[in-house]
């Protein structure tokens, strides 16, 4: 079992920066692949970026290449988004998640809570 929480949200201008956090609970972290996912309202929920269990795999949505950039710290049990240049429609909750598979899986097994992202234009 693992619990995540994520954290590191808020309100922040166009073409600002915002750095995300999701802080995970639990020995095993380090066998998971890390994902980053979005959901803006009134939308499916949508793929942002993945991170294998060392950080030496990613994979990112079109949108977000060259813009975003996801890292983790398995000593500190948490994953980061580092999130540059944002737009108007980045703005969405932002959830991480964890699985078993590839940075390229479709199939998550455990989510947190989401953190707002909200971007001015």
């Known amino acids: 079992q693992v619990q995540l929480v994520e954290s590191g949200g808020g309100l922040v201008q166009a073409g600002g920066s915002l750095r995300l956090s999701c802080a995970a609970s639990g020995r095993t972290f380090s066998r998971y692949t890390m994902g980053w996912f979005c959901q803006a309202p009134g939308s499916e929920r949508r793929f942002v970026a993945a991170?294998?269990?060392?950080?030496?795999?990613?994979y990112y949505a079109d949108s977000v290449k060259g813009r975003f950039s996801i890292s983790r710290d398995n000593a500190k049990n948490t994953v980061y988004l580092q999130m540059n240049n944002l737009k108007p429609e980045d703005t969405a909750v932002y959830y991480c998640a964890a699985t078993v598979g590839t940075v390229y899986a479709v199939k998550y097994d455990y989510w947190g809570q989401g953190t707002q992202v909200t971007v001015s234009s």
């Open positions: 991170a294998n269990w060392s950080g030496g795999s990613t």
